[in-house]
C-alpha cells in the first residue's frame, strides 16, 4: 500500500464555504492527483502534482484550486463551495511511469447543502 | 480526447466465469489498467495491458486486442467478495500520460 491518508473523511459544510481536503503520502512519489467520483461519472481528474509546487489542471477542474508546498502533501480547495460539488474524493499517487498503477487513499465525502 | 465505454451493471452467480469488457478510442495508445472498486472503498489496482494478448493472474485475467481497442477482464470461479466495481483506465501517449478512467462496470454476484 501506498501509505496514502485524507483528511477529513467525512465533511458536511454549506454552499458558500471554502473547503480545503488534505492528502498525505509516505511512498515519496513523485505525482499526485485529485479525483472527484460521481455516479454515472466514474472517476474524473480535477487537478494533479508532478512536483513541489508543480501542478496543472484536469478535465474538471472549475471551482477547484491545489497546492502542493512538500512531496509527501497535497491539498485541494473549494474556495466556495457549490452543490455540484457534492462527490467523493479520492487522492492517488503515482511515479508518474505509464506502465505502473496509481494508489489511491480512502476517499473523502463530501456533502454541500 | 479519449471514448472509453464499458457495460454499467453486469450480474452473475457464483462459481461462473464472467467477462468484463472495455472498448476505448484514442490517439496514441500508452497502456490499459483495471482496478476493482468495493462499495465505500478505493480503487485498487488488478491488472495492466499493453501488448496485446492475456495477462492471467490467478482468477483473474486481462485481455487486450490494440487493433480492436478492445480489452476485457475475466474473472473465474466467482466469489461473493468479487461482487464490486470494475475500472477500465486507459493511458494515452497524447498529453499528460495520465489514465482516462471508463465509468467503470458494477458486478454483482449471487448465490
Known amino acids: 500500500d501506498a501509505g496514502i491518508t485524507q483528511s477529513p473523511r467525512h465533511k458536511v459544510t454549506e454552499t458558500g464555504t471554502p473547503v480545503t481536503l488534505r492528502c498525505h503520502q509516505t511512498e515519496n512519489h513523485r505525482y499526485m492527483y485529485w479525483y472527484r467520483q460521481d455516479p454515472g461519472h466514474g472517476l474524473r481528474l480535477i487537478h494533479y502534482?508532478?512536483?513541489?509546487?508543480?501542478?496543472d489542471k484536469g478535465e474538471v477542474s472549475d471551482g477547484y484550486s491545489v497546492s502542493r508546498s512538500k512531496t509527501e502533501d497535497f491539498l485541494l480547495t473549494l474556495e466556495s463551495a457549490t452543490s455540484s460539488q457534492t462527490s467523493v474524493y479520492f487522492c492517488?499517487?503515482?511515479?508518474?511511469?505509464?506502465?505502473?498503477?496509481?494508489?489511491f487513499g480512502d476517499g473523502t465525502r463530501l456533502s454541500i447543502l | 480526447g479519449q471514448n472509453i465505454d464499458q457495460p454499467t451493471e453486469m450480474t452473475a452467480t457464483e462459481g461462473a466465469i464472467v467477462q468484463i469488457n472495455c472498448t476505448y478510442q484514442?490517439?496514441?495508445?500508452?497502456?490499459l489498467f483495471w482496478y476493482q472498486q468495493h462499495a465505500g472503498e478505493a480503487p485498487t489496482f488488478l491488472s495492466y495491458n499493453v501488448l496485446d494478448g492475456l495477462e492471467e493472474k490467478g482468477r483473474f485475467s486481462s485481455f487486450l486486442s490494440r487493433s480492436k481497442g478492445y480489452s476485457y477482464l475475466l474473472l473465474k470461479e466467482l466469489q461473493m467478495k468479487d461482487s464490486a466495481s470494475y475500472l477500465c483506465?486507459?493511458?494515452?501517449?497524447?498529453?499528460?500520460?495520465?489514465?482516462?478512467f471508463g465509468r467503470g462496470t458494477s458486478l454483482i454476484v449471487h448465490p
Open positions: 484514442t490517439s496514441g495508445f500508452n497502456g
Open positions: 492517488a499517487t503515482g511515479t508518474g511511469d505509464t506502465n505502473q498503477p496509481q494508489h
Open positions: 502534482s508532478y512536483g513541489v509546487k508543480d501542478t
Open positions: 483506465a486507459v493511458v494515452s501517449s497524447g498529453g499528460s500520460y495520465i489514465p482516462t
